[in-house]
């Protein structure tokens, strides 16, 4: 989801702190008033709407960009909340996880990024403690192309595989973790935690040459929903 106009990175001057002063593109990664990912603390119980997951379909390639690697899903595979509708366009991964709970900073996290026939995107955040591996971690490792390549999939991970069991979720308006970090964003941190193994970590981060996190961001004046499922 970020553009490639301009490089950025996670370390160094390229790095989360200096962002918004790598390209005007970027200025709300520094001036922006509702920044992903936060610290889910405080939050508010009741309300919200409950999700529905239509997953059909399957990961047709695998791209890495040097950030992170991506899973591109075929169309169909539809996630409805508040009466809206969102289209699956992939899947990737940050090690460690950016999300924090109560501040508890996870092993890693995986997104899951939707868009509606207007523009409209609503993010789908699965978090995982260290422990057993992950099946679906391996998946996305066993489809990782080389850096700036794209692997086709023939028989690629199904939709379906990342659909949680249990639907309680977190839900806060925020932004992309990545340039230009857009807001807008409607994010759904899901509450229930997987595992995954340290070696399975280590392959995470060894493939974008170390972590690739961008910092829990000020929650300011916005509010955190817990949804039961």
Known sequence: MATQSVHWGYSGSEGPEHWGCLSDEYRPCSEGVEQSPVNIAGYETGGGSALQFSYPGKAVAARNNGHTVYLDFEPGNILE????????????????????????????????????????????????????????????????????????????????????????????AGSLTTPPCSEGVRWIVMQSVGTVSQEQVDRLQSITGGPNNRPVQEIGARTISAIAG
Do not use: K, M, W
């Open 81 to 172: 909340i508040c009466g809206g509708a969102y289209e699956l366009q992939g899947v990737h991964y940050h090690s460690p996880g950016e999300h924090e709970v109560d501040g508890e900073q996870f092993a890693a996290e995986l997104h899951l990024v939707h868009q509606d026939p207007s523009g409209n995107l609503a993010v789908v955040g699965l978090l995982f403690r260290l422990g057993a591996a992950s099946p679906l971690v391996q998946d996305l490792l066993d489809a990782a192309p080389d850096t700036d390549s794209t692997n086709e999939l023939a028989d690629g991970p199904v939709a379906s595989a990342y659909v949680p069991e249990l639907r309680s979720y977190f839900g806060y």
